[in-house]
């Protein structure tokens, strides 16, 4: 059974950082792609960032680039969001998902980590 759990999320003044981690177990890390998703209330849920099986690639929204990162390690089969300088606007529950390289029925979801930013 696969299972992605997300943590890290919490409530952060302006300009403060969190760091999201997503632990993935019942399949093989290092065969899927990784990526953070956020949804704000009434709002489509949106891609934020990925990064490639390897973790050779990243990619970013750009609403955050150059304030977060992302970043694996294969062997904790674990992907993390860095957040810095965070804003308002980013106030959502951020999600992790797993795509597998050559399956697009693969394709798995984590239940979402809340992160509100707020003074």
């Known amino acids: 059974q696969v299972q992605l759990v997300e943590s890290g999320g919490g409530l952060v003044q302006p300009g403060g950082s969190l760091r999201l981690s997503c632990a993935a177990s019942g399949l093989t890390f290092s065969w899927y792609n990784m990526r953070w998703y956020r949804q704000a209330p009434g709002k489509e849920r949106e891609l934020v960032a990925r990064i490639t099986s390897t973790g050779g690639s990243t990619n970013f929204a750009d609403s955050v680039k150059g304030r977060f990162t992302i970043s694996r390690d294969n062997a904790k089969n674990t992907v993390y969001l860095q957040m810095n300088s965070l804003k308002p606007e980013d106030t959502a529950v951020y999600y992790c998902?797993?795509?597998?390289?050559?399956?697009?029925?693969?394709?798995?979801w984590g239940q979402g980590t809340q992160v509100t930013v707020s003074s």
């Open positions: 998902n797993a795509q597998n390289l050559w399956s697009t029925s693969r394709n798995y």
